[in-house]
Nanobody, 122 residues
Framework: QVQLVESGGGLVQAGGSRGLSCAAS????????MGWFRQAPGKEREFVAA????????FYADPMKGRLAISRDNAKNTVYLQMNSLKPEDTAVYYC???????????????WGQGTQVTVSS
């Protein structure tokens, strides 16, 4: 059974940085794309970033582009999300996922983590 476990959430001041991790277990696939999503209170879950198996291709959602860095360590089955210059509107539960991209668009999610809360105070 595939499990994704996020960590690194917490409280951070506006303008600060936060790094998230997501460890996959249970053999999600031979070569799998991983991504990050977020869901703020009262809003739908939205795409944040994704990275290909090789790590050569990365994709970011416009609202956070330039403030994010996604990376992965396949030896550890872990994907990372470094978030910088955080704003109060970045407050959300952040989820990692295993899925697939079609071009630069995330179009399928196969597995989800349980999420980790990031709260940005003003």
């Amino acid at each position: 059974q595939v499990q994704l476990v996020e960590s690194g959430g917490g409280l951070v001041q506006a303008g600060g940085s936060r790094g998230l991790s997501c460890a996959a277990s249970g053999r999600p696939g031979v070569s799998y794309t991983m991504g990050w999503f977020r869901q703020a209170p009262g809003k739908e879950r939205e795409f944040v970033a994704a990275i290909s198996w090789s790590g050569d291709s990365t994709f970011y959602a416009d609202p956070m582009k330039g403030r994010l860095a996604i990376s992965r360590d396949n030896a550890k089955n872990t994907v990372y999300l470094q978030m910088n210059s955080l704003k109060p509107e970045d407050t959300a539960v952040y989820y990692c996922a295993v899925g697939a991209l079609l071009g630069s668009n995330w179009y399928r999610s196969d597995y989800w983590g349980q999420g980790t809360q990031v709260t940005v105070s003003s």
